[in-house]
């Protein structure tokens, strides 16, 4: 037997009461609207015009700069998202996708390269990336013969 407030109850008639509450809560949320697809379809292209007129203030061969683009991008996504939400759609969603992916294509395509590029690191990192193992190298030696020939490390 289960006490709730003082009052003896049995566990039926608890998962019952549990059972009951959860409808009427339930029934008293927001009812869930269909996803208004031709809203977004016509909305999308007004933020991909708004990104067009803010990346006119960056010049095409800086595109691929992250921090040139970055804000635009953030005004693009945010716009993508009020416009799916206005309609009553998840974010993300195939639409927002789609579209999103028509923005790369047209503006960061070029972004990516096939072939990576290798550089030597300067030459003061260099010189330590070589020197110190090359230290520590004769330095464990020297303690391993130190040690060979008797010394005691500890005294």
């Not at 991008?73 to 993300?92: D, I, K, M, V």
Request: include cysteine; charged fraction near 15%.
């Amino acid at each position: 037997m289960l006490t709730v407030l003082g009052i003896g109850m049995d566990r039926h008639v608890l998962s019952l009461l549990q059972l009951f509450v959860s409808v009427v809560c339930g029934g008293l949320q927001k009812p869930v609207h269909n996803c208004n697809e031709s809203f977004v379809i016509e909305s999308l292209p007004d933020c991909g015009y708004l990104f067009e007129m803010l990346m006119m203030n960056v010049d095409s061969s800086q595109w691929c700069n992250l921090t040139k683009v970055i804000m635009y991008y953030e005004t693009l996504s945010n716009c993508a998202e009020h416009t799916a939400r206005s309609g009553n759609c998840f974010w993300p969603n195939n639409l927002a996708e789609r579209f999103i992916i028509g923005i790369h294509a047209k503006y960061f395509s070029n972004c990516t390269s096939d072939t990576v590029i290798w550089e030597d690191p300067p030459d003061d990192i260099l010189t330590a990336l070589i020197l110190i193992p090359v230290f520590l190298t004769a330095a464990m030696i020297s303690l391993v013969v130190w040690c060979s020939k008797g010394g005691d490390i500890f005294g």
